[in-house]
């Protein structure tokens, strides 16, 4: 098993900090551990690397970093290998520029140099667009790697459903990004299918935003789904992947957030790899 963790929290332009990113890039990486996976195999992107397993390798969430960590994880993996992508911070939606999404948007994911609407580019500049990890995730997997994605940030600005208390939303709306809208928004296009043996879990449904919460000391925030996550796979050693998405999913339905998580993929009956504690 290898692993790239990202904990996106401190955005360099965009006024969009967020609390929990380090603290759930770091829950990921010590939880990846005692599943048993090497601490030397796990690649930690984070706006703060203090505190992670000895061993882990460490840089800076930006978007070059992000897609170098993940093209080298894919090379240094053999068929049979596993190859886990995690990701916190914020996300939002930008014009389908592929002409490949259903909505007319493509859903984005905002490493800390992200900015805004960049016309020159027709793009949100530095964010990192589903069609670039489906093209990573298919080149692993037609070489026979299975390919695991745990998302924590809110990829669909269709819908808010609000939440009492702290928390904080992890997402950026279209509009403050300066992103147009899209004419042929709602279209209806066909979106390519991957192939090969992969589970991906999200935070929320595609009409839910995710949240961050202050644990009960009143200084540490994580992300809901990420805490609950973690607690799974640390409890559950024997757990399929859709078992572990059916735990999280009924500890949430307890909790503060009005948030459902989603999964879906070959591999959600499939065991999950390593050992719990």
Avoid at 84 to 91: A, C, I, P, T
Avoid at 205 to 220: I, K, M
Wanted: hydrophobic share 45%; proline share 6%; aromatic share 6%.
């Amino acid at each position: 098993v290898r692993a790239v963790l990202v904990g996106a929290a401190d955005y360099l332009t965009l006024d969009a900090d967020l609390k929990g990113p380090a603290n759930d890039a770091r829950l990921m990486a010590e939880t990846l551990v005692l599943r048993g996976v090497d601490p030397g195999r796990i690649t930690v992107l984070s706006s703060d690397a203090t505190g992670l397993p000895q061993g882990a390798i460490t840089g800076k969430p930006l978007r070059a970093d992000i897609l170098a960590a993940l093209d080298a994880a894919a090379q240094a993996s053999a068929p049979g290998d596993t190859l886990v992508f995690y990701f916190s911070g914020h996300g939002s939606q930008a014009p389908d520029l592929s002409g490949d999404e259903g909505g007319g948007y493509d859903e984005i994911f905002l490493p800390v140099d992200a900015a805004g609407w960049n016309g020159a580019i027709g793009a949100v500049e530095n964010a990192i667009l589903d069609d670039e990890l489906q093209l990573w995730a298919q080149g692993a997997l037609s070489r026979g790697v299975k390919v695991v994605g745990l998302i924590d940030a809110c990829f669909s600005a269709t819908g808010f459903r609000s939440v009492g208390g702290a928390g904080i939303a992890k997402v950026i709306d279209a509009a403050e990004l300066g992103i147009p809208e899209d004419p042929d928004a709602g279209l209806e296009r066909p979106a390519p299918t991957l192939s090969g043996d992969f589970v991906f879990l999200y935070s929320s449904q595609s009409d839910q935003r995710s949240f961050e919460f202050p644990l009960a000391d009143g200084v540490t925030w994580q992300g809901e789904f990420t805490l609950r996550l973690a607690e799974a796979l640390r409890t559950a050693p024997d757990a399929s992947w859709a078992q572990v998405l059916a735990a999280v999913t009924e500890t949430m339905a307890q909790g503060p957030a009005r948030q459902m998580p989603d999964g879906e993929g070959p591999l959600l009956q499939a065991r999950v790899f390593g050992d719990g504690m």
